[in-house]
């Protein structure tokens, strides 16, 4: 078993950088990170000017269209306050790449590290920061299981936060999926290039979702529940997962206005 992650500071300041997929195709697990982030006291500026994170290109072998990307953004987080991102493969990629793609530029590069440095992925800050009391939280019983995606398991450690969350929560009994360290086969592009591919391997992960007798389940990222719950639905299972910004909310009793 793994220790407890090591307690931080809580700010009274965090940027929010929402990631296109949330963006486009989930806005309400950005709106639900954000109200519990201001449930626990922080304020959130949220920069409108933020797009993608450049990794869609970055990983499809086009690292100047993926630089371009960044440099639109490094001036967008100019406080040194903390970076939620509610996404832990786009927090990887700024926090790991982002430093990497202006390389040849040491200017650019010690602006892309300042901002790297400071970037944490949402279930990571709300165990090691937020400090959150649950014991007022929803008990209901429910078992649950947690889909990490492979890019946030390989660079954020975002399973062991997401698992350090949840079995904190009252109610829930998290079951483990047989294929949990595998991917969903989304892989952003990878989805597109290699359709069958993907579709057998999200096929895999749904199985083992399934066989857990779980009555739903949670990611961190979108692009995952996007390409699981699709799977879901084609197949006829009323089995759905969500963001854990989501389930929290909802655990927490937030109504649509942030707590004061």
């Not at 994170?53 to 970055?58: F, H, L, R, T």
């Not at 200017?107 to 990571?124: G, I, K, N, S």
Request: glycine share 6%; net charge negative; proline share 6%.
């Amino acid at each position: 078993m793994n220790p407890p992650i090591p307690r931080h500071d809580r700010p009274a300041d965090v940027y929010f950088f929402a990631t296109c997929v949330v963006d486009l195709f989930m806005p309400e697990a950005g709106m639900d990170a954000i109200a519990v982030l201001e449930h626990a006291g922080v304020r959130v500026s949220f920069p409108a000017a933020q797009t993608c994170c450049g990794q869609p290109a970055y990983t499809s072998g086009f690292p100047a269209d993926a630089r371009a990307v960044a440099r639109t953004q490094l001036d967008l987080f100019a406080q040194p306050w903390p970076i939620v991102v509610p996404s832990g493969s786009c927090a990887g990629m700024i926090r790991h790449h982002w430093p990497r793609l202006f390389a040849d530029d040491a200017a650019l590069a010690a602006r892309a590290a300042a901002v790297a440095e400071r970037v944490v992925e949402f279930t990571d800050f709300v165990v090691a920061t937020l400090g959150l009391d649950l014991t007022a939280a929803q008990n209901e019983a429910i078992a649950l299981c947690l889909h990490t995606s492979c890019s946030a398991r390989r660079e954020t450690d975002a399973l062991r936060s997401g698992r350090q969350l949840l079995n904190t929560l009252p109610g829930v009994e998290l079951r483990t999926q047989e294929h949990e360290p595998e991917c969903c086969g989304f892989g952003g592009t990878f989805s597109i290039k290699h359709a069958e591919i993907s579709a057998a391997m999200a096929g895999d992960k749904v199985d083992a979702l399934l066989a857990t007798g779980c009555s739903r389940y949670v990611s961190a990222d979108c692009g995952c529940l996007l390409n699981l719950n699709t799977t879901l639905e084609k197949r006829g299972e009323p089995l759905r997962g969500q963001h854990i910004a989501s389930f929290l909310r909802n655990r927490l009793r937030l109504d649509s206005e942030p707590a004061a």
